[in-house]
């Protein structure tokens, strides 16, 4: 039976630890710091619960179904997105509209004029690039659904996701469903019937598409975690060295060695750096250092509920780079799970920064919170003082997928490869959402 050491504590590392566990394989989880869960980060104050990473979990997939469920404890506390949350708005010149969500509402829809709905028609006729081509999300969308749709679409919800510029990320690598689907199938729009198709004929049962948390917000995820693997899961520990031992590794903690066959690092790319790591190791993961992770700021505010203008009837609104607003958008939580704000009132959650304007994420939060409630009052018609504030800065946020990245993936591949036993894990190499993450490491 194989050892395994997992170093880092994210989700990435406590769901690959618990799907060892599960299958009789000894492993340890090592944290250096003294809190687990790494940007799944919950705050409980009274009767208001604000999300510092990370506010919900898209559960899309057999194998993140599957793994939620054999978590103990964890079904009780699910809590799943109410069926009011499911619009989403984008801002237009200064007003939210909702985003359509069928072919009515896309035709009637004031979010887009008549002249970009009209040339989404071109879009099925319009010749896939060649597998040798990079192209950036936004060269993409605008090459396939028009200027328009590309500035009141996805470049919102590019900033929603990655916090990031679509004119810098890779659609191959940021978005391999979208490029896959021009690939596999000629376009967006045929790629999408196609699917419709494949699903109406498929055999295997269908997994439903539900957003959820939990009771006391996502942290309790990886709490669950670390007391199913009943005493693996180590925290503030001093790890002196990681050695290559031919096929197998050493890793001195505590002040004694361990041996074990396989080390999975699973720390932020340009945590990678700061481990103990031998020279000709470290060497290899250098590159990876260049990988981008832009400042953001997350702040939770909650309202009295006449003081808010605007009914919050969603998920959350997303505002374009071309509105030249001072904040990325803001989800709406209260709207979305029960128990997130004392009755009577609101909670909004606040993002500031990324790659669009990473001078703005500030560790200060009076001024932070300064911008946000002058956007937040045009935007949403907020008045009023907060009644609950709440601030959490990440110096380093999400890592970026950017043209190019295909080569430091293959710098990955090629570490493994050069040394046996080492393994490479975490969103900057599958995906950045926690589903892909979680799928990931249950596959191993």
């Given at each position: 039976m194989k050892k395994i050491a997992i170093i880092g504590s994210g989700i990435t590392a406590l769901a690959r630890a618990w799907q060892l566990k599960q299958r009789g394989q000894d492993c340890v989880v090592l944290?250096?710091?003294?809190?687990?869960?790494?940007?799944?980060?919950?705050?409980r104050d009274g009767p208001y619960l604000a999300e510092e990473g990370p506010n919900s979990i898209q559960v899309k997939s057999a194998e993140v179904d599957a793994f939620l469920k054999s978590v103990p404890g964890l079904e009780e506390r699910v809590m799943e997105a109410s069926g009011k949350a499911k619009k989403r708005f984008i801002l237009r010149n200064g007003k939210p509209y909702a985003v359509p969500t069928g072919p009515f509402s896309a035709i009637t829809t004031?979010?887009?004029?008549?002249?970009?709905?009209?040339?989404?028609?071109?879009e099925p006729f319009i010749p896939a690039i060649t597998p040798n081509e990079e192209e950036s999300a936004a060269d993409f969308v605008r090459r396939r659904l028009g200027d328009e749709l590309y500035?009141?679409?996805?470049?919102?919800l590019i900033g929603g996701i990655y916090a990031g510029d679509p004119e810098r990320l890779s659609l191959r690598y940021a978005f391999p469903k979208l490029y896959a689907l021009e690939q596999d199938h000629g376009g967006m729009i045929r790629g999408a019937l196609a699917k419709i198709r494949m699903a109406r004929n498929s055999h295997v049962p269908k997994v439903n598409d539900w957003i959820i948390s939990f009771k006391n917000g996502l942290a309790e995820l990886p709490q669950l975690l670390v007391a199913a693997l009943d005493g693996a899961v180590h925290t503030g520990v001093s790890i002196k060295s990681i050695r290559n031992q031919g096929e197998r590794w050493q890793i001195e903690w505590e002040g004694a060695p361990?041996?074990?066959?396989?080390v999975v690092l699973t720390p932020p790319a340009h945590a990678l750096a700061q481990l103990p790591l031998e020279g000709s190791v470290r060497d290899a993961l250098k590159?990876?250092?260049?990988?981008?992770?832009p400042p953001v700021s997350v702040l939770s505010l909650a309202f009295k509920r006449e003081d808010v203008v605007h009914p919050l009837d969603g998920f959350g609104v997303l505002v374009p780079e071309c509105e030249k607003r001072r904040i990325l958008g803001a989800l709406f939580?209260?709207?979305?799970?029960?128990?997130?704000?004392?009755?009577?009132?609101?909670?909004l959650t606040v993002f500031v920064g990324g790659e669009r304007q990473p001078e703005l994420a500030v560790p200060d939060t009076n001024a932070l919170l300064a911008s946000a409630l002058a956007e937040l009052e045009e935007m949403l018609g907020v008045s009023g003082q907060p009644t609950f504030v709440h601030h959490r800065h990440w110096p380093r946020a999400i890592p970026q997928y950017k043209l190019g990245y295909g080569s430091l993936l293959e710098q990955m591949d090629t570490v493994e490869a050069k040394f046996p036993g080492l393994r490479l894990a975490g969103n900057y190499r599958d995906g950045i959402s926690l589903s892909y993450c979680i799928e990931t490491a249950v596959k191993g």
């Open positions: 944290e250096p710091s003294a809190s687990i869960g790494g940007a799944m980060q919950s705050h004031p979010l887009w004029s008549l002249a970009g709905k009209l040339r989404v028609l071109k500035r009141y679409a996805i470049n919102p361990h041996t074990y066959d396989e590159p990876l250092a260049g990988i981008d992770y939580p209260s709207s979305i799970f029960a128990e997130r704000a004392p009755e009577g009132e609101v909670l």
